[in-house]
């Protein structure tokens, strides 16, 4: 399994939440919310990207 999973996992609970209130808050610009949203999903892809890649890096160097 990937290390980043049971990461992403505890990661994602308390922004979660937060990303609840954010919405719900009308004082908050609704951009706000969604920079912060795609950041979010720009920034797992590319260490899911990077963990995959010293998975297979270090798959490679052991035989």
């Not at 308390?14 to 979010?40: C, N, R």
Request: glycine share 6%.
């Amino acid at each position: 399994m990937n290390p980043l999973v049971p990461l992403f996992i505890l990661l994602s609970l308390p922004l979660a939440a937060i990303g609840l209130v954010l919405y719900t808050d009308t004082g908050i610009e609704p951009a706000l919310f969604y920079a912060s949203v795609k950041t979010f999903v720009i920034l797992g892809a590319i260490a899911a990207a990077v963990s995959f890649g010293a998975m297979k890096l270090a798959e490679r160097t052991k035989h």
